[in-house]
């Protein structure tokens, strides 16, 4: 196949990286670095049509929403923040659990009667009204924090643009007040700052996203099939649990209550010499052990999976009903 192939754009450094990285791993994915870890562009072992680009956080959300990504990795506060039109031109295939942070409207902790926005609203009308000027909002979430303030009618105010270090602004007086992520809490506390108490713009963490725009060939469309058969089988190998018994006579009733109420497969049939196989939720485990050995099953063995195949899985589904 010649056709343009799949791009895969991966993060490159910062926050996202290593957990990026470590997911991919899991999936059996890996990068192929011909020129070392320094060179930007590589190829997944062992997958034809495949271009993985290492990019900035911040980078992935531009390429996805342009089209020159197809896949990729990036924190949701970036997706919502650089794409105007983020739910047109991106998927969010799924939250990966990692790169939390919340995006957050945070004032001086010298503030005590600033709780609540309804509160910041009228500390920003007092300034504008008694001294003639703006309430100062250091940020780099230009486009969040004005959704954000619009939608609690906060007009009286002034974004003033931050390129990192945005917590530093109050006290350096280059603003009053910071909209950013937070995550720990610590930088925050380290600079006498507090969060409004309905100030959560954003929960935000690394999401697998697909671009809607992407040239989908026939070539990029395999590919994408092929990752994520694989991301999809890990993680239904990781939240599974498989769940071996003899039973001497299992009757229809136990299945039954089995399927119903511990959320269990037979994924392999009910075999008939009484040896059954069952997959059920990670979390059912103790329980459905327990109710086999009610019902006779006298040695009970349960296995961790590597993967899980199945012929269809929620990411594949999720992307191809959205591309077409
Ligand atoms: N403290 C944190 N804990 C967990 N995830 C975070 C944290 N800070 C940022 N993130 C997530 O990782 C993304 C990238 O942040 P990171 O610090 O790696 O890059 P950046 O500082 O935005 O950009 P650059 O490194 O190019 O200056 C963020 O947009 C967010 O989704
Ligand atoms: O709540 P915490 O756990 O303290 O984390 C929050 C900090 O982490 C990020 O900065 P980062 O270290 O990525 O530096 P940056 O400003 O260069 O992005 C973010 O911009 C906050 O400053
Ligand atoms: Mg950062």
């Known amino acids: 196949m010649s056709e343009a192939p799949l791009v895969l754009a991966v993060p490159s450094k910062g926050r996202l990286q290593e957990n990026a990285a470590a997911f991919f791993a899991r999936a059996g994915l890996t990068f192929v670095q011909s020129r070392g870890a320094r060179d930007y562009r590589g190829t997944l072992k062992g997958l034809a049509g495949v271009e993985v680009l290492f990019l900035s956080a911040s980078e992935i959300a531009a390429q996805l ?13 970036l997706i919502r923040e650089d794409i105007p039109d983020a739910d047109a031109a991106v998927e969010l295939l799924t939250p990966l659990g990692f790169g939390h942070a919340n995006v957050v409207v945070a ?21 504008r009204h008694r001294h003639g000027r703006k309430m100062r909002v250091a940020t780099k979430y230009v486009n969040l924090t004005r959704r954000f303030f619009g939608s ?15 917590e530093g602004a109050p006290a350096s007086g280059a603003a009053e007040i910071i909209v950013d992520i937070t995550t720990t809490g610590a930088t925050l506390a380290a600079n006498a700052l507090k969060i409004v108490e309905d100030g959560v713009i954003l929960r935000s963490e690394a999401n ?49 209550d089995l399927r119903e109420n511990f959320g269990a497969e037979l994924p392999f049939g009910l075999g008939g010499n009484g040896a059954l196989v ?19 099953a006298d040695h009970i063995a349960v296995h961790q999976l590597d993967y899980v195949f199945r012929a269809s899985n929620p990411l594949s589904e999720r992307l191809f009903t959205r591309i077409g």
Do not use: K
Not at 236 to 256: C, K, Q, W
Not at 278 to 296: D, K, S, T, W
């Open 152 to 166: 609690h009618g906060i007009a009286d105010y002034r974004i003033v643009e931050s390129l990192g270090a945005t």
């Open 278 to 296: 069952i997959h059920c939720p990670r979390g059912q485990v103790f329980a459905l052990a327990e109710r086999l050995a009610e019902n006779g």
């Open 208 to 256: 697998l996203i697909a671009s809607v725009r992407a040239p989908w060939s026939a070539t990029a469309r395999a590919a994408a099939r092929t990752i994520l058969t694989r991301i999809a089988a890990e993680e239904a190998a990781r939240t599974t649990r498989e769940v071996r018994a003899y039973l001497a006579e299992p009757d229809e009733a136990l299945i039954t």
């Open 107 to 127: 004032v001086p902790q010298a503030w005590i009667d600033v709780r609540t926005m309804a509160d910041l609203d009228d500390v920003a009308a007092d300034m």
């Open 65 to 77: 929403a342009s089209g020159a990504a197809h896949l990729g990795i990036t924190g949701e506060d």
